[in-house]
């Protein structure tokens, strides 16, 4: 089971449960509405996700922004005024939006995990060369 679920089962409220879980997405981070549904103990309900934070009100201290599609885009059309927020705020956490697109697999929740120890993501070294030796 993924780390948030334990936390997330606290309420028998499905929506407080997802609210919670998308609380929890650590700054710099992002996750998918399907990974928020499964953190959240509602395995197959990433359109509720989206529901919930349709209906969340724009004050309410939440990192709607933290939160993709599966394909890490935006929800959002491109060019709009609430994907151009979403891209400002991940960038000022330190978070690479090229395209309308986070690369989940360096900036997913949990899983950089040099990123969750040690701050915002470095770049990552090339593969070493072999060195041929004469014959």
Known sequence: MLPCAAMSRQ????????????????RGSVASYGEIAER???PGRARMVGRVLGDTPADAPLPWHRV????????????SKPAREQQRRLQAEGV????????????GWGRNL????WGAPGPIP???RKRRTPA
């Open 40 to 42: 959240a103990g509602l």
């Open 68 to 79: 993709l599609r599966a394909s890490g885009e935006f929800a959002f059309p491109r060019g």
């Open 11 to 26: 309420s028998d409220d499905p929506i407080a449960r997802i609210r919670a879980t998308i609380a929890a997405i650590p």
């Open 114 to 117: 040099d990123a969750e120890l």
């Open 126 to 128: 090339p593969p070493a």
């Open 96 to 107: 690479e939006v090229t395209n309308g697109r986070v690369s989940i697999g360096r900036f």
